[in-house]
């Protein structure tokens, strides 16, 4: 089974704090995803990276860093937390696309930030 | 940039009952993927949908990749109290160099028992 990990499920910061949320697959797959979801507004692409060391900007990256220095993680990075960045973040792996098939994202559990 | 639209919003049904829910796009994608998501856990995969006209089914579950590749539907016969969730479309496009997946904004779906 696929297993996509995050290193918290709860998470409370204070603005103007630097924070990092890990994220790691144990299925090697190439490509991770860093979204956030908030009521309303549905699931919205952060970053993502289809190799390590490489990055593309979502349709939502102001505010946001990433960095994947392994292939397994992908971190999101919140240089100065705002209480607009209070979002539940999850992150998504799939495997590289090949012959059609395989387009796939598996989620973890998710990330509850709150920002005070 | 790409948009779904999924409907209903929202659905309240009995034990036992069907469901159906829609995802309508002005744009065409290579794949559908149907999600569901319950309360504090991230979406879980349950079924994938490649070819336009494909039908696929996963237990209660049927889904069908429309033939215009703009829609698909996700079916859930006689549901049942667990089927609680909120369900998400997800169309996916992959063509040179571009590699995009658009979300639905969620069918919340309760079942009464």
């Known amino acids: 089974d696929v297993k996509v990990t995050q290193s918290s499920r709860y998470l409370v910061k204070r603005t103007g704090e630097k924070v990092f949320l890990e994220c790691v697959q144990d299925?090697?797959?190439?490509?991770m995803f860093w979204y956030r979801q908030d009521p309303g507004l549905g699931l919205r692409l952060i970053y993502f990276?289809?190799?390590?060391?490489?990055?593309e900007k979502g349709d939502i990256p102001e505010g946001y860093s990433v960095s994947r220095e392994k292939k397994e993680r992908f971190s999101l990075i919140l240089e100065s937390a705002s209480t607009n960045q209070t979002s539940m973040y999850l992150c998504?792996?799939?495997?590289?696309?090949?012959?059609?098939?395989?387009?796939?994202?598996?989620f973890g559990p998710g990330t509850r930030l709150t920002v005070t | 940039g790409q948009q779904l639209n999924q409907s209903p919003q929202s659905m309240f049904i009995q034990e036992g009952e069907d469901v159906s829910m829609n995802c309508t796009s002005s744009?065409?994608?290579?794949?559908w993927l149907w999600y569901k998501q319950e309360p504090g856990e991230g979406p879980v995969l349950l079924i994938a949908?490649?070819?336009?006209?494909e039908l696929t089914s996963n237990g209660r579950l049927t889904a069908q990749f429309g033939i215009t590749r703009k829609d698909s539907f996700l079916n859930i016969s006689a549901s049942i109290p667990s089927d609680v969730g909120i369900y998400f479309c997800?169309?996916?496009?992959?063509?040179?160099?571009?590699?995009?997946?658009?979300f639905g904004k969620g069918t919340k779906l309760s079942v009464i028992p």
């Open positions: 998504a792996s799939s495997p590289i696309l090949a012959g059609g098939k395989s387009y796939e994202q598996y």
């Open positions: 299925m090697d797959h190439e490509n």
């Open positions: 990276s289809y190799d390590v060391k490489m990055k």
């Open positions: 744009s065409i994608f290579n794949t």
């Open positions: 949908l490649y070819k336009a006209g």
């Open positions: 997800a169309g996916l496009y992959s063509g040179a160099g571009s590699y995009q997946l658009t």
